[in-house]
């Protein structure tokens, strides 16, 4: 969705708004402190995520963010050249990632309802990845 659309659209432009503070909010949990979001390279796909571009204050450096009805994550840029890509890597991420916990012998039930989330919010975004007329135009 591009921004235009965004901001022609007050409860879009509302959850748009929450999703960057989110973003943002995680990025400094983390020590990211960030200068600009990147907005033409970064994707919107309300109801279910955002993926953002971020520059990293006081370097060149760049992440990608993401929010929405799955874990907030980050990855630096590099990792991936657009949205859709960096959508890919964090469902890959988050398989590996509850793979890891499931053959994990001493992971509790608690660890493994987590790695089950994370399956479950990866396969879902991962369905997003494929519907291409969601990326046409990035």
């Known amino acids: 969705m591009s921004d235009q659309q965004v901001q022609n659209n007050p409860e ?8 960057f503070q989110k973003a ?5 949990e983390k020590g990211i402190l960030t200068d600009q979001v990147l907005v033409k390279e970064s ?3 309300m109801p279910h995520v955002a993926l ?8 060149t450096e760049k992440v990608w963010a993401i929010t929405g009805v799955c874990p ?12 859709r890509e960096a959508l890919k890597h964090f ?10 916990i499931l ?8 660890q493994q309802k987590f790695a089950n989330l994370l399956i479950n919010h990866a396969e879902a975004c991962y369905e997003l990845v ?9």
């Open 103 to 110: 053959n994990d012998p001493q992971s509790d039930a608690t």
């Open 12 to 19: 879009q432009a509302a959850w748009v708004r929450e999703q």
């Open 52 to 59: 953002w571009k971020f520059t990293e204050r006081g370097t």
């Open 24 to 28: 943002n909010g995680y990025l400094v």
């Open 72 to 83: 907030t994550d980050h990855v630096d840029a590099k990792v991936a050249g657009d949205a």
């Open 130 to 138: 494929e519907q291409k007329d969601l990326w046409q135009g990035s």
């Open 91 to 100: 469902c890959l991420r988050w398989q590996l990632r509850a793979d890891t």
């Open 43 to 45: 994707r919107y796909l």
